[in-house]
């Protein structure tokens, strides 16, 4: 059984839950905002978890780290959401030592994101890894492994096309309201909440509908004029939101709230609307959907739309795949040479401790006993002997763990075994 001896935990996990099995609901009620994660890292570090990343978008949300059970950071997530563990069992994986390494390879690289491609995720990692750096909560397992991700990522989006086209689920809104919405460009557009999401909206917004009538909103004004000024849009004050839907034909909502920020007494039911909430978890109410006029799009039907772009991007999947390949082997071949590393060091000790005795009784045997030449001689053989051992143990992975007990069995070697 794989331990690793890079923390207090024996072994590396993920765990988490995604789409792929949980629906916004559910994602909504394991996700974490900024101050919630904090808490979180708090929290592992008075338990004594020591290395520990955590991430939270609107697909999913995983805790990566170290620990003796998966159940040390399953309880940590479930007691800083409103997920129960009930409910995590249903829908969540939990991933152990390499297979937990090449899942944040396909996560980080975009393989295994909604959108096929959807390089979003890794400035997530970073910050994420950032953050509990700063805490002291990140080891150079975790500091090596999260740059060789990085690694990746930029291989994969500088030597194949996975990511050509602007494809994201901010672009899927944008490209639903053209497929949908006869004369867009003569439509009243409301787009509130400038969050990063938000702003990749406006962004596409303005590049793909050709239109002059967009305005933004958010709780905090000075966010959305700063956004608004970049594009010559119009800004209206939040206490405005009701007159302003009233208003509008489109409503794109993208707020981070943690409970619905749309609801059916805003809406204005004599007049067609489509609203679009791009938030995890949800912010506008389901009852909306009782109105006779309004349409209601949420982000998981919009990150199902198919089009000629992503299955285009399929085709570079097994480059992709090849790519992580090689940098996860050169990131293991790392990993097993930290592992027989202090068994290589104390057998360098070991030898060094015979020759240096042999050398010492010989020298009080013989006359003119020539000491330095002797040092070159016995140094050179135990470096030769250092070389077998470790190319053995590079060459065969499969044995490695068998291979240190035997070492450490018969050079006596106790204080390093694990």
């Known amino acids: 059984m794989e331990e690793y001896q890079f923390a207090t935990g024996k072994h590396f996990y993920s765990i988490g839950l995604s789409y792929k099995k949980a629906d916004a609901e559910i994602r909504g009620h394991f996700s974490l905002d900024e101050e919630a994660k904090e808490r979180l890292l708090e929290q592992a570090q008075a338990e004594n978890i020591d290395t520990i990343i955590v991430t939270s978008t609107c697909n999913r949300t995983e805790i990566y780290g170290f620990a003796q059970h998966p159940f040390q950071l399953i309880k940590l997530l479930c007691e800083h959401t409103h997920g129960t563990v009930e409910e995590f069992e249903k829908v969540a994986y939990v991933y152990k030592n390499k297979q937990a390494i090449s899942h944040l390879f396909r996560v980080g690289t975009g393989l295994d994101s909604q959108i096929l491609g959807d390089f979003e995720i890794i400035s997530q990692l970073k910050i994420a890894f950032g953050r509990s750096k700063k805490m002291g909560l990140a080891n150079a397992f975790m500091e090596r492994l999260i740059n060789a991700v990085i690694q990746a990522s930029k291989r994969i989006k500088n030597e194949t096309e996975i990511s050509s086209g602007a494809t994201s689920v901010s672009f899927a809104s944008v490209q639903y309201i053209l497929n949908n919405i006869p004369q867009v460009s003569s439509k009243k557009i ?3 909440g400038t969050g990063k999401i938000g702003r990749n909206t406006c962004d596409n917004l303005v590049k793909h509908t050709d239109n002059s009538h967009i305005t933004l909103i ?23 939101l009701q007159a302003e839907i009233r208003d509008t034909d489109i409503l794109i909502v993208a707020t981070g709230a943690q409970n619905p920020t749309i609801s059916k007494e805003l809406i204005y039911p004599k007049k067609e ?48 795949e090849k790519i992580i390949a090689e940098v996860e082997g050169e990131f293991n071949s790392w990993l097993e040479t930290r592992k027989f590393a202090p068994t290589i060091k104390a057998l360098k000790k070991k030898l060094r401790s ?65």
């Open 354 to 418: 015979m020759k240096d005795a042999e050398i010492d009784f010989q020298r009080k045997k013989i006359n003119d006993f020539d000491t330095e030449q002797v040092e070159v001689v016995t140094n050179r053989m135990i470096q030769k002997i250092m070389k077998h051992f470790a190319n053995h143990l590079k060459e065969d992975s499969e044995s490695t763990d068998e291979s240190l007990e035997l070492i450490q069995k018969v050079f006596q070697l106790e204080e390093f075994r694990k």
């Open 190 to 192: 409301l787009l509130f």
């Open 273 to 320: 609307l489509l609203i679009l909430d791009l938030s995890i978890p949800k912010n506008v109410s389901d009852d909306v959907k009782d109105l006779e006029n309004v349409s209601l799009v949420h982000l998981d039907h919009l990150s199902q739309i198919t089009d000629e772009t992503l299955e285009r991007r399929k085709k570079f999947i097994p480059q992709a």
């Open 218 to 240: 958010n709780r905090t004004k000075d966010k959305a004029e700063k956004i608004a000024g970049k594009f010559n849009l119009i800004v209206k004050e939040y206490a405005d």
